[in-house]
């Protein structure tokens, strides 16, 4: 597991959903919670999403809701599903900034 990961994350409440990893790669190994970011379907084009689709190795068109950062258990990380480039997570940097207003 690494830091820009795009992971299916089986939760007991949220169902199987893709998840985003945003914890520092150094850390992983050590924590037993990572700080992640849902996937959505539901696009709502607000500056705190950014938008995926198949050319960054997402099965669909979703988005990655900045607004819903939230700790997840790693063992509820269940399949890689991507690695998003350099671009994306800068982007993604940008979006959490503006959802933080930091």
Known sequence: MRRGEVWWA????GGRR???ILTRSAAI???HQLVC???T???RW??????????DGMPERC?????NVTPMPRAWLRERICTLGEDRLREVCRALSDAVDC
């Open 46 to 55: 607000l500056p705190t999403e950014v938008r995926l689709d198949r050319d």
């Open 10 to 13: 089986e939760s007991p409440r």
């Open 18 to 20: 893709p998840h985003l």
């Open 63 to 67: 988005a990655l809701t900045l607004d």
């Open 37 to 39: 970011v849902p996937a």
């Open 29 to 31: 190994p050590v924590l």
């Open 41 to 43: 379907r539901t696009i």
